[in-house]
């Protein structure tokens, strides 16, 4: 068995646990964490460290904190040359203490601490300093994902932007489109097969050729009824920015 | 078996046929359009006419044409006093001339004429004039559909408005990650799992408890990097607008 030790209890960190005490390949050795207390109930108490010099010896140590602190945690390490790996999507593997090896696995999910989520289906995206190293965390990802893919720091860099879009701000339109809804007294489940069939149609067509609407219709009559009908200003910018942006696609 | 006319060949159209020809409830008699080829090999020649005057006696004409087009369709109707309804999500029940029985269904849904829908799932937005077509109308949706909710001509805008929010733009955003990971040269597919994912979560949870993020953190680090990586002014320019608009909901 791989034997991992995990730095943080963030969100990611948090399934991670999860999902790695059900893997047979992996012996989940120590979580590492400010606050014990974030972990009571998640994890067996001998497990739980608060302080480095108790870490033990290890083959993976995962590096799962706010992406500012990691090249403090990583310089904290009081070891060298073992395999040292962060799952943040948007910084650089060189963030990483170089006196130890170093590697990245960055889970592109989403994740809120209470909703589980199927790790089978989560990409992920690998990197490592050397082969053999790449070769072991492979190995672990695969035993909790059926996606592993081969991305470099600057790919890395372009999805987690692009995850941005497709998810943070996605997930903020529906946000307003709840909140629209709820001034008219209208249940939002009724729009959960619209949202849902939007991200599945994507499967089959491009986001390109899947736009539809009055933007894309350049229908301007129910886009300037839209924007009568919107009262809150922000809603009014955001509906008036983004049919332009359609529209500017059209033209290219 | 409730008869049936369509008018119009756009998206809506196109699917209601496909759908009402399968219903053992529904007895689709004829489809009216500009052009009859629009509908070779979809319908019976007999079934698809192109004038006016030889319209046939039916329960209900659905029109299904642009929204600025229902009123003068709904005029150049040669007759008076039947069920008439339009499909739009934006246009007022009255924008139908008032020489015939009014009533409105709106399915909720994005349809693309290349893309199968699964209509059970599809909700229906019904209005009527009066309690007897609204009867009629939703014994016709019910034999297509599972869904199918009251909805005023007021409330339907306040949906249709928020559709183009968690539809259009959403699927906009989608493009805006499809041309970031091409541009990078990297597979648009990873960001699916994501992408189902945040369409998913707000079952569970409200929009505003499923956001995650560098914008939520208030991560200005993330931010300012993925601002600095961006070299395309709109989506600089829209990555700068949505992330302000996420943090305005966190001070209310």
Known sequence: MIKVVIIGSGNVAFHLIGKMQESAAIHLLQVLVRDEKSLAGILPENKIITQYHLLEEADIYIISVTDNAIPEVSNGLPFSNRLVVHTSGTTAIDAIA?????????????????????????????????EMDYVLMETVLKS??????RINSFQRKSLHVAAVFVCNFVNHLYHIGSELCKEN???????????????????????????????????????????????????KNLYQILTQSIQNVKKL
Not at 198 to 227: C, Y
């Open 98 to 130: 170089s006196k130890n090896r170093r590697g990245v696995f960055y889970p592109l999910q989403t994740f809120s601490k209470n909703k589980a989520v199927n790790f089978t289906t989560i990409p992920f995206c690998l990197e490592a300093e050397n």
């Open 144 to 149: 909790i994902s059926e996606k592993v893919y």
């Open 185 to 235: 007294d209208v249940p939002f489940e009724i729009l959960y097969p619209l949202i849902e069939e939007t991200a599945k149609k994507i499967h089959d067509l491009s986001p390109l050729e899947a736009q539809t609407g009055p933007a894309k219709r350049e229908d301007t009559k129910t886009v300037n009824s839209h924007l009568d009908f919107l009262k809150n200003d922000e809603y």
